[in-house]
């Protein structure tokens, strides 16, 4: 993995290397935090990939967070989307290691991710995961 955890300011943004490097990314990226008192994010392209079977899952993600001392940069938060696109993981799971991810990049008071899964099969999933901080 290279050692740059910033993204470029301007022109195309590099692929992620891996979902471990888009972690960093949100971490590296993340900016204090202004007096509000949540913020949310409502990504509706999200793809990850089907562990059984290696096909795409398609779906979207939305985020609710209460800031602590840092926000999430939107910016960095797609690059880390991104990174899921190669990754093979449960609805599930991805739930629950973006709310951790988000814990370890900003420490958020609280947060909580929902993954859609669009219908495969006939089939519709969403999963949710909820962090609180510990006082």
């Not at 740059?4 to 891996?18: A, C, D, F, K, T």
């Not at 795409?56 to 209460?66: A, L, N």
């Not at 696109?85 to 991810?101: K, T, V, Y």
Request: proline share 7%.
């Amino acid at each position: 993995m290279s050692e740059n955890y910033y993204l470029p300011r301007s022109g195309p943004m590099p692929r992620p290397e891996s979902v471990e490097h888009g972690r960093e990314i949100l971490k590296e990226e993340a900016f204090p935090a202004p007096n509000v008192q949540t913020v949310s994010f409502n990504a509706l392209e999200f793809t990850a990939v089907c562990p059984k079977t290696g096909q795409p899952d398609f779906g979207r993600v939305e985020i609710s967070y209460t800031p602590n001392e840092k926000c999430i940069e939107s910016k960095s938060f797609k690059f880390y989307l991104w990174s899921f696109r190669d990754q093979g993981a449960f609805c599930e799971s991805l739930a629950a290691q973006i709310a951790d991810d988000f814990v370890y990049a900003i420490d958020p008071l609280h947060v909580e991710v929902t993954v859609h899964q669009s219908a495969r099969g006939g089939i519709e999933l969403s999963t949710k995961a909820v962090r609180d901080r510990d006082e």
